[in-house]
């Protein structure tokens, strides 16, 4: 009975990002632009970030598809404002590993809302529309590392 609670907690927690996206929108001012697409379902996001020494200071996102995608893009955002290059790294690789079917969920890892993203690993088919966020964010450190030579 209490899965049924959690399951529910996080069927609201994902309908609440999709509905109300965080830092949707494009930036006035960024340093790198990336897009993302999945072919499978037609689902696109472009992430922009703003960097500064090292942290990400701001971040817009906005693209079509699922409430899946359109929600881990959104808190995505909320997990790694703020934060530095190196710390969103480590975020992008834990969450690419909780999205592995046999994947381990660290209670000591996961903040927020990240969590409910988790039971997206029980239907494979929908794991790629969780993950479009984090490998388009991925892919903009890496075009932001390769053009900033870090």
Known sequence: MAFEGLDELYR?????????????????????????????????IIVQLKIDEGKVTNIGWWGKGCSISQASSSILTEEI???????VE???QFFKSMMQPQGEV??????????????????????KCALLGWTTLEEAINLWKKIHNS
């Open 12 to 44: 609201e927690v994902i309908l609440d990002h999709f509905k109300s996206p965080r830092h949707h929108g494009k930036l006035l001012s960024h340093d790198v632009e990336q897009e993302g697409f999945n072919p499978l379902c037609g689902d696109q």
């Open 90 to 92: 480590h975020k992008i």
């Open 81 to 87: 404002l703020g934060k530095t290059l190196q710390e």
């Open 106 to 127: 660290s209670k000591n890892e996961e903040e927020g809302d990240l969590e409910a993203l988790s039971g997206v690993r029980k239907f494979p088919v929908r794991i």
